[in-house]
């Protein structure tokens, strides 16, 4: 078995514009020059919800609470990555569009779309973004999925149960 890696994957939005990151500045990294949720990996002894209040806050500035955040989704994914993740997707509402930090930090990009232009952008989107967001901004959550990943890290099979 691989190692796996736990991670959060936030979706900000105010009203039905969502934030994204596009992350060009870390080429080497997982899913660079794609367009992603704001997150990140869980640090030792931290759970889910709180690392998606420490990733919000560290890439954006927003200080976000239990009361702003929705759980959306749990997935694994395993295949074409060179580990496998566990990742809860979360939705969380920001009180505006004026990100704290602004709209560049050592990642890349912060990039505000409208949630019908989110997957016809232009952006190449993390893969799984395909198959989830519209689930996300339409409040079909909380999902469960088990995905898994081809050679070129796409998604090659998306089994996924909702829990509403």
Same mark, same amino acid.
């Not at 209040?53 to 954006?60: G, K, L, P, Q, S």
């Not at 519209?134 to 999902?143: H, T």
């Given at each position: 078995m691989k190692k796996t890696i736990y991670s959060v994957t936030n979706f900000l939005h105010c009203g039905d514009d969502y934030l994204f990151i596009h992350r060009t500045k870390r080429q080497n990294k997982t899913d660079g020059n794609r367009l992603n949720g704001i997150g990140g990996k869980l640090e030792p002894g931290e759970n889910f919800l709180q690392a998606a209040?420490?990733?919000? =806050?560290? &890439?954006?500035g927003y200080k976000v609470t239990e009361d702003n955040i929705?759980?959306?989704?749990? #997935?694994?994914?395993?295949?074409?990555?060179?580990?496998?993740?566990?990742?809860?997707?979360?939705?969380?509402s920001v009180p505006n569009k004026e990100v704290p930090f602004g709209l560049d930090n050592d990642e890349g990009e912060l990039v505000w779309l409208p949630k019908d232009k989110v997957l016809n952008s232009g952006y190449e989107l993390v893969d799984d973004l395909n198959y989830c967001f519209?689930?996300? =901004?339409? &409040?079909?959550?909380?999902?469960i999925v088990h995905a898994e990943i081809n050679?070129?890290?796409? #998604?090659?099979d998306w089994n996924v149960s909702y829990l509403f």
């Open positions: 209040i420490r990733e919000t =806050a560290e &890439e954006t929705k759980l959306a989704g749990v #997935v694994r994914m395993q295949g074409g990555y060179p580990d496998d993740w566990m990742m809860c997707f979360f939705k969380i519209k689930d996300v =901004a339409n &409040e079909k959550i909380p999902f050679e070129q890290e796409k #998604v090659a």
